[in-house]
């Protein structure tokens, strides 16, 4: 169980410091890319950004799902409940905004559609942050 747990811990702060830098360096720099260039620039953004995130992601579910379904000796229910949230608050402004707003964003830069991107954008790396968090006490208390 240590190995799901510290591997739970490791993908929740790879996310949230991949997240962190989309929110203060990827997202604001948007705007400043040339019109004419900013369709190429969000066509090589989104494929780039699945495979950085891809796998972490897919690590944070597993072990989320694991720990919901086989929670450690000792772990908190609250706890392993505030990782299954923490986890899916990204997934949810991914599938709902962000998604969309890259769709939206590839056919050209949108000043209202890159702002709404970048604020809610804040959602997910809050989620992330907290889930690195609620990792840490998890590994702390079981």
Known sequence: MDGVLLAHAAAGWFLAGLSWT?????YPLMAVVGRSEFPAYEA??????AVAVGPAW????????????APPAGAATWLIAAAAV??????????TV???????LARGFDPVVHRR?????????????LHGLVALALLATA
């Open 86 to 95: 923490t986890a899916a608050v990204p997934v949810l402004v991914t599938l």
């Open 58 to 69: 897919a690590v944070q579910g597993a072990t989320t799902l694991w720990l919901l379904l």
């Open 22 to 26: 989309v929110q203060l360096v990827n």
């Open 44 to 49: 090589g953004h989104a494929p780039r950004m």
């Open 117 to 129: 991107l970048v604020r809610t954008h804040a959602l997910r790396t809050l989620g992330w942050t």
């Open 98 to 104: 962000s998604v969309p707003a890259h769709a939206r």
